[in-house]
């Protein structure tokens, strides 16, 4: 389960210097951020639009065929 407290705990006892929060939920990504004892930046949050898969729109195929970054085959 997401334990956003205890991942930063842990992040930390590992000497972790920068936090990056990936794919967290809002409410979760406000506690992670307060549990950090570091500076914390956000490379992805979750959102409804894309059911909770935010990272799904760059691997969509819509997008890869509008920048032309198809492999050969692919469908």
Not at 27 to 49: E, M, Q, W, Y
């Amino acid at each position: 389960m997401c334990n956003p407290k205890f991942q930063a705990r842990i992040l930390a006892e590992k000497g972790t210097e920068l936090f990056i929060s990936c794919g967290l939920c809002v409410g979760h990504d406000a506690i992670f951020n307060a549990s950090c004892p570091g500076p914390v930046t956000t490379l992805v949050v979750k959102d409804r639009l894309l059911a909770h898969n935010p990272l799904g729109a760059i691997y969509s195929r819509y997008w890869k065929r509008k920048l032309g970054i198809m492999e050969e085959g692919e469908v």
